[in-house]
């Protein structure tokens, strides 16, 4: 598959073997056997080291409290708002502010599974099942079993879950035989794609109860799922009960439907230019290591402060896959030697804006549905 353009590309020389973790620390660089062990352990371990020595594996915990609490005290300012706005039209207008606040509920959850937050793991997964469960209606462990598997193996066709057909296909051969419907979503996928991510916020719903009450979903003690279904239960009470009471039925329909297509079209916004018309590992061929394949497979976007922001850091994806435990703060600051580090061996690191990152995705989208526009 051809890689999208990059703003910074060197030839890169010939892949390594590995394994890596995904929401596990990156206190340590994982490896495959063999020559291909110990050549990705010496593409990864000299920039592993100069991170620590920078001291950018620190936990920062006094910023993520300070953010948590500040996100925290503006839901509870909405929700005052609809007290007071009543059954007024105006309260409306409220749904905008929710919904990035909701997506910032989201950002706090997902660094809080990675061990970004907090070196005590039963904090971080309180924390998760605030911001997840409770907040969104998201299941904590659905979603950390597939980021998971999704960080170990990105961009893989057979491993990676973000990349597997399913109402959108990410690869040529993926598209073959797609009729009806499922045909004509594929031919007009990315002129869909922004339209189809409002529906994401109640997917994630969905596919969390589906997970809760499926036999194939992640292992959990009885006690954890009752703790996650609890949660899920009190969201969706919390949430309906908040509507219902300050506004009329259809009042609260319509605020409903804003607040979860905005919610969803900014989390589409974050997640789509990460790995959408990345390289694709060779599934024939020799795998990649540790660092091959989170820089081949990552694209950043270039941005200050309120990119930062409105992305959730994500815009760092390089820096994030490298080092998933990072807190979020350090990614900007990483940045300068991990493209040093790449720049050294060969290795190709993609950064685009902003805009042109959604070209990107968007256009490997299209060029994916060629096949079944063209039959």
């Known amino acids: 598959m051809p890689q999208a353009t990059s703003a910074l590309t060197i030839p890169a020389p010939a892949p390594a073997p590995a394994r890596a973790p995904a929401l596990a620390s990156s206190s340590e660089a994982p490896a495959g056997t063999g020559g291909g062990k110990r050549r990705s352990r010496s593409e990864f371990a000299p920039l592993l080291r100069t991170i620590r020595d920078q001291g950018l594996l620190e936990r920062r915990t006094g910023w ?6 500040a996100n925290l005290l503006a839901l509870t300012a909405v929700v005052v708002g609809l007290v ?34 907090s070196a005590d793991r039963d904090r971080n ?30 961009n893989h066709e ?29 031919r007009h996928q990315a002129w869909l794609f922004f339209p189809l991510t409002t529906l994401e916020g109640l997917a994630l719903k ?48 319509v605020f409903a439907l804003i607040h979860q297509m905005l919610l969803g079209l900014h989390l589409g916004m974050a997640f789509a230019p990460n790995h959408k018309g990345m390289e694709v590992p060779d599934m024939d061929g020799e795998p990649w290591g540790h660092l091959r394949r989170q820089v081949l497979t990552s694209r950043n976007i270039r941005g200050g402060a309120v990119t930062d922001w ?8 390089v820096e994030h896959h490298l080092f998933p435990s990072m807190p979020r703060p ?21 950064e685009t804006g902003f805009v042109d990152s959604y070209r990107q995705a968007l256009g490997h989208l299209h060029e994916v549905g060629t096949p079944l526009r063209t039959a």
């Open 125 to 154: 997964r309180l924390i998760q099942l605030l911001h997840a469960n409770l907040l969104l209606g998201m299941s904590q462990e659905w979603w950390n079993d597939k980021h998971n598997r999704h960080h170990a193996n990105p």
């Open 158 to 186: 057979e491993k990676d879950p973000d990349v597997a057909p399913d109402v959108l296909v990410f690869n040529q051969h993926q598209a073959v035989g797609r009729t009806g419907f499922n045909g004509w979503l594929v």
């Open 330 to 350: 350090h990614l900007r600051l990483a940045q300068p030697a991990v493209r040093a580090h790449c720049r050294s061996l060969g290795i190709p690191y993609t």
């Open 206 to 253: 969905v596919y969390g109860f589906q997970a809760l009450f499926s036999k194939d979903g992640p292992r959990q003690t009885g006690r954890e799922r009752v703790i996650e279904g609890g949660l899920l239960f009190a969201h969706v009470a919390g949430y309906a009960t908040l509507l219902l009471t300050t506004m009329s039925l259809g009042q609260a329909v």
């Open 310 to 317: 409105f992305l959730g850091g994500l815009n760092y994806q």
């Open 64 to 69: 993520y409290a300070l953010g948590i609490g």
């Open 84 to 117: 007071l706005f009543g059954h007024s039209w105006w309260s409306l207008l409220l749904a905008v502010p929710l919904a990035v606040l909701s997506a910032r509920a989201a950002f706090f959850g997902h660094d809080a599974g990675h061990s970004q937050i």
